[in-house]
């Protein structure tokens, strides 16, 4: 089996493709790559993170997924406090062996956004896995 993946990013559900890519701009510090009015579909990025997101299932809105690594979660975790944003749950270190905190966007969509901790190995290995790859 091959090996040669090279990139791979989130496709979230808006409403608004535009209200989305200006929420990410001013909000989470991302940079809009390219916005299309038709079909409506934005790429964002910051950094190496590539994000896109479009209305072709807008009925969808609110229910998509994105986990992004970051250097240092706890410099995030301010920046965006201070920008008012949605926070769900806590901002912790997880037995899973990340320290992550969670926000929504416009649309409700979840963003998971973390660092792995130095001792993860260590934390993965007492904890209950089943299975882990190489």
């Not at 929420?23 to 809009?32: M, Q, S």
């Amino acid at each position: 089996m091959s090996d040669n993946f090279l990139w791979g990013n989130p496709i979230l559900p808006v409403r608004s493709a535009a209200e989305t890519a200006k929420f990410f701009e001013e909000k989470l510090g991302f940079t809009i790559s390219v916005l299309w009015k038709n079909p409506s579909y934005c790429v964002v990025r910051r950094g190496d993170v590539v994000v896109e997101f479009g209305e072709g299932r807008k009925q969808h809105a609110g229910t998509g997924v994105c986990v992004i690594g970051v250097e240092d979660a706890d410099i995030v975790y301010e920046e965006w406090q201070a920008k008012g944003l949605e926070f769900v749950g806590d901002f912790a270190e997880r037995d899973y062996g990340s320290k992550d905190f969670r926000v929504r966007d416009n649309n409700g969509n979840m963003l998971i956004i973390g660092h792995a901790l130095k001792n993860q190995q260590e934390l993965l290995d007492k904890g209950n896995l089943v299975s882990q790859g190489q």
